[in-house]
């Protein structure tokens, strides 16, 4: 058991996978020598060879497209998008093919592939490159979307997503990259696709999020429980398809929710969470659900990125909020 | 702002290129050159015969039956059936076919059943879980979307190591889009062994040509991924199926990509959907039917005292027996539960979903 | 008043804008002498000529961009994409250069583009030709989304449209394009683009929808109205921005909502406006909210696409068992 | 399958291209061939000189500001300089510049302030609100993107019957971009008055020239959209400003679009935020040394006696103090308030709005 950063748990599970399995292929802009901008590929084309370690030319689409065409030739691959900023020439091959080809030729065809690209802002980087616009894919039907908060979850999560028969899009959380740590066994154990990660259990208030705000939501959760306010954080991890009774079992617990998402709010995933709870577990409510989420803006460049991205402050105000309500 | 100083003309050339045109047949059969070595049995001229006349007389039952409210939109290969037969009779079953919308051709002469066909087109996503390769793509309807796939393809068989090629029909439009554009630069950077055929029939659906590029052919488009590009008479079967042959060999033998584009007319409409009476005049339309791929070859047949009257009209009446087969099995084939549009989304059905599917079935079954 | 279809209002509100306003041009596939697949630009070209209606190379990516530079040169393209299926390759556009121009440049440069597409199925079409991702765009900062349910709101709403510096997708209901006849004054005024419609007034609940789906939530109302249930009926319209107060003020008085989409239901926009109820709501709900969408699947091909589109008696259901409730 | 019966050879060849290469300096800055008109004015090549010294000179500033944390990640055209000054210099003020993240040369030409460059490139919009051109672009950083953009902003010049022209730069990367290539065949259609400028720096980050395209040379991609592509050295500045002009005036004239591919090498590492020594041998980069365009004009010029010792050292120090108050100016601005992310999202904020920007103001105030 290694303390590993959550990229270096991507690049263990990436590892593991190629040497488990060698229909398994990593294709990507700089991921061969360079060993990718984050170095989540690193090492390996010098053990794998730059036949399963493609450098790809300056092309989303053809990534995209290529991962579709060797999945279903029964490779696994495994495409990263650099940015998220740039995986929107993607949403074609993901929406008309690799969540159809199944479907299509009802099941004469599949397309077991993965495309990664790191998630969200923090990072004080340039324009489009702190995008988090994870609901544009988990409305997509055929596709799973996954995306972890810690090491662990990424080893495990990201192990599952090459291993399922199907096409997920792979999120990583940019901003814990590498402030998140952890103890990782590379063991080659897989997380389940479609199971919420209670990460912290409580009376008062459900709290749930994904990817980097995990971490927010949980200092949060610490600062509540100062005040004696017992928040459950739920980690929904996997968002299409999601963990719904996880998320309506501590609702009916707790009978108040905090949904947050550095993504915009309009239209957010935090959206349909809260739908579910207003439709399954509205008798349970006791106060209105919120939601704290990025706002309805381009997310700004660095100079004022995190006065968009949501604060712990604004998350404990919310909570504090529906935990007054009566 | 100063003219330049020197004119183009005094500055050194760096790099040459060409493009070839390849026909054998005239558009009244007779012979413009050596034949390819393939066409001196004529067991296999007739083969190509049959494949297009076949073609037609389904296409022409695909209508009626459009028109008559038993089939969804449909088209027709009309004037094109040497491109999509020439191509597939230069395949082998192991290759891989990424056939557009207007290639049922192509399928039906690797082995998918015309039943099939109708199936999918008369809205039954059955119709893709053919009879045919098993390998073969299923028609692609986003124009040039596949060609990304056909590259994804031909890499697997490179890493494989497998002397196989993977075969992507589209029509001149699709050269427009960026994903073929991005497709043949990167089959060329890998040498992937991957043809491209682009069905140059002159319109996409009221777009003609000259509105679609500004290049004099589609073959030069190749150069700009640095591999050869070749313009064939696409209305000529002989020099359709050569090109393939010689475009698949060289592929599987890792000398790389090869572009084709075939030169022919869409002497139909665009689909069921359309009426090019529209944006195109019926003269037009009419000069074209000189050059139609079958009577080219029939002459052809003629000439080399290979076919007569009796052989036609044999050829007709089996067509025509195949064909209606096909329909009345087509015809007799009732929908599939609605419940079921959940059983192949995933390879098993996320518990998430579960109830849904539940609701459909009590509401259809209810 | 001439009493005419939705395709054809969308063609009148065309003719008007581009006589009234020469920076007005129309780019797509098939809209110049063709008059477009569905004939919604027939005529235009004869009257204004080729290079103000301009047939469009096969690249839709190509027509969204050309949008955006045409835009920032102080033109209003009206792009069209021939059917929502095909709108993909556009989403990079949209999303990274029509709805961030003007905050990317501080006012310097904008976007006065519009994007039309047919949305939605039912018309037995092939496969990619009834598609309803409308939350992919409203979900995004700086967009406009609009889609009409009716002749007058068509031709109101994209005069409005054509006449916003700002971009806007523009959402044509295909099923309907011929179906919905109505009396159409070509005064050339325009409708508002953040007011939703009440198209029905009632107490006992609420109906939300938009597009096509409309026209079965309004017999859905006549069949409830039998039983002496009284249905309002809201028209959202502009689906970004969305009129929030015209819907909490009808579930304030009706306490109990229904929300119809064709849409996949996971993400839909149907889940924002539950989301909304659900936060600034929740005190006047008698009942949960609940959404009849489209499943979460591929929309099938014509043989069973009836089977996916939300029928009448769906919604007559789901409002009977709000009503129900207690 | 039998091999074909004749040859490539022996098939008819229907179209001709050929790429040319423009070039007027050595690397040592004795002259090729008879200079362009404009280099007989020695003040004018003194500005293009300038403009890539004080190019130079900022950039090296700008990365010191990085390096300690007052300014975001940075892109320096280190060794590339003579492509960005050599098309700029070539331009209007009408015409309209769409520059790529590394552009920042082109834009400073034309007369964007370096306080407003570093202010973008320190993480505030406001840099874009700029003293330029204001119909100018901003930076492009989706690789590509902008070359749609560019025809759109042709097409509007052609339709109004402007005498201006669209000229678009991105590096060679961008070229695999099917954005690219949908925007070059548009323009070769409709005959637009943009010019195309590749970057050829042979780095793509760590993605060398060969993994980027097999084609070899870029310019030939223009062969595919029915136009001229031209390669020039693009360490030369008079050719870079030669063929601009050329390309320009043609454009202008209404003759269509041109392609220029700038051969040139990045000499530094792709941004602040890469190390190319993970990836590339010094070796190379060195051997690049001898080749770039500052020295080689600067030897050119001495060369003619019209410059020197003391010249340079004017010049260094005149930059140095220009780039100087800039900094001073860009540190000195104060970042916006928070609430104004909301002021330019539309013309008018939508009610919907309104009070998500309340929140954010109190929340950032409070
Ligand atoms: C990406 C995309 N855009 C638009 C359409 C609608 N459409 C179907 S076929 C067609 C024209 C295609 O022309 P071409 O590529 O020449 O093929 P052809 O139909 O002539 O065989 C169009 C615009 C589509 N299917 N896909
Ligand atoms: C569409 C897109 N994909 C990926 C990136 C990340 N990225 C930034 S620059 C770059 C390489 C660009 O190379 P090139 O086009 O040769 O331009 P250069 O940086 O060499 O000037 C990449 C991959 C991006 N900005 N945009
Ligand atoms: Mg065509
Ligand atoms: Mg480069």
């Known amino acids: ?326 | 702002m100063a003219e330049p100083a020197i004119t183009d003309e005094e500055l050194p050339v760096i790099a040459r290129f060409e493009v070839r045109r390849r026909s054998y047949l005239a558009p009244d059969g007779t012979i413009l050159r050596r034949l390819p070595q393939f066409a001196s049995d004529t067991s296999a001229l007739l083969s190509l015969y049959r494949g297009m006349v076949l073609t037609r007389a389904f296409d022409t039952k695909a209508v009626s039956l459009q028109r008559t409210g038993r089939l969804g939109t449909y088209a027709v290969s009309l004037g094109q059936e040497a491109v999509s037969i020439g191509i597939a009779s230069a395949m082998r079953e192991e290759d891989v076919l990424l056939p557009s919308y207007r290639d049922n051709a192509a399928l039906l002469w690797r082995g998918v059943k015309m039943e099939e066909t109708l199936l999918y087109w008369g809205g039954d996503e059955r119709g893709n879980h053919w009879s045919g390769p098993a390998h073969d793509f299923p028609f692609c309807i986003p124009v040039g979307s596949h060609a990304p796939h056909a590259a994804g393809v031909g890499y697997a068989f490179v890493l494989r190591k497998q002397p196989r090629v993977a075969v992507c029909l589209f029509g001149e439009g699709a050269t427009s889009k960026g994903d073929v554009w991005e497709a043949m630069n990167f089959a060329g950077i890998y040498k992937l062994p991957v043809v491209f055929v682009a069905n140059n029939n002159q319109w996409a659906i009221s777009v003609p040509l000259k509105l679609q590029t500004a290049s004099e052919t589609l073959a030069q488009k190749a150069i700009a991924a640095g591999f050869i590009g070749e313009q064939v008479d696409g209305n000529d079967v002989i020099a359709m199926r050569a090109a393939a042959e010689e475009a698949i060999v060289e592929a599987r033998a890792g000398k790389g990509p090869r572009f084709i584009e075939a030169v022919t007319y869409r002497l139909g409409d665009h689909t069921t959907a359309d009426d090019a009476g529209r944006y195109r005049p019926p003269e037009e339309v009419q000069a074209h039917w000189k050059e139609e791929p079958i009577a080219r070859l029939r002459s052809y047949l003629v000439s080399q005292n290979a076919w007569g009257k009796v052989e036609e009209e044999r050829l007709a009446a089996e067509c025509q027996q195949l064909i209606e087969v096909a329909i009345e099995r087509y015809l007799a084939t009732s929908p599939r539960p609605p419940e079921t549009i959940f059983d192949h989304l995933y390879a098993e059905l996320p518990a998430a979903y579960a109830a849904q599917r539940r609701e459909l079935k009590d509401a259809s079954h209810g």
Chains 1, 3 share one sequence.
């Open chain 1, 1 to 326: 058991m290694a303390e590993v950063t959550l990229v270096e748990a991507v690049n263990l599970a990436l590892a593991r996978a190629m040497s488990d399995d060698p229909s398994v292929v990593v294709l990507g802009e700089d991921v061969g020598v360079n060993g990718g901008v984050f170095r989540a590929t690193v090492g390996l084309q010098q053990r794998f060879g730059p036949q399963r370690v493609v450098d790809a030319p300056l092309a989303e689409l053809l990534i995209s497209g290529l991962c579709v065409g060797m999945a279903a030739q029964g490779l696994r691959p495994v495409g990263e998008i650099q940015f998220m900023g740039f995986i929107y020439p993607c949403i074609d091959q993901l929406v008309n093919h690799a969540s159809r080809l199944r479907n299509r030729t009802q099941g004469r065809l599949s397309c077991p592939m993965v495309l990664r690209t790191p998630h969200g802002g923090g990072i004080r980087a340039p324009e489009h490159h702190s995008e988090s616009t994870e609901v544009m894919l988990a409305h997509i039907p055929g596709l799973r979307v996954v995306i972890p908060s810690s090491p662990e979850r990424a080893y495990g999560l990201l192990l599952a997503a090459i291993r399922d028969p199907d096409p997920v899009v792979f999120l990583e959380p940019t901003r814990i990259y590498r402030a998140a740590k952890g103890q990782v066994d590379d063991d080659g154990e897989a997380l389940p696709l479609d199971v919420a990660f209670v990460l912290r259990e409580g009376q008062d208030v459900t709290l749930i999020s994904w990817g980097a705000m995990v971490r927010e939501t949980l200092t949060a959760a610490d600062e509540l429980a100062d005040d004696g306010i017992r928040a459950e954080v739920i980690d929904l991890a996997t968002l299409k398809p999601y963990d719904e009774n996880t998320v309506l079992a501590s609702v009916q617990k707790t009978g108040r929710c905090v949904i947050v998402h550095e993504a915009a709010r309009t239209g957010g995933f935090g959206a349909e969470v809260a739908a579910l709870i207003a439709e399954r577990g509205l008798t349970s409510l006791l106060a209105p659900v919120v939601r704290v989420t990025g706002y309805d803006t381009v997310m700004p460049l660095p100079r004022l990125e995190q006065h968009y991205i949501p604060s712990v402050s604004r998350i404990t105000a919310a909570a504090r909020r529906v935990c007054q309500f009566s």
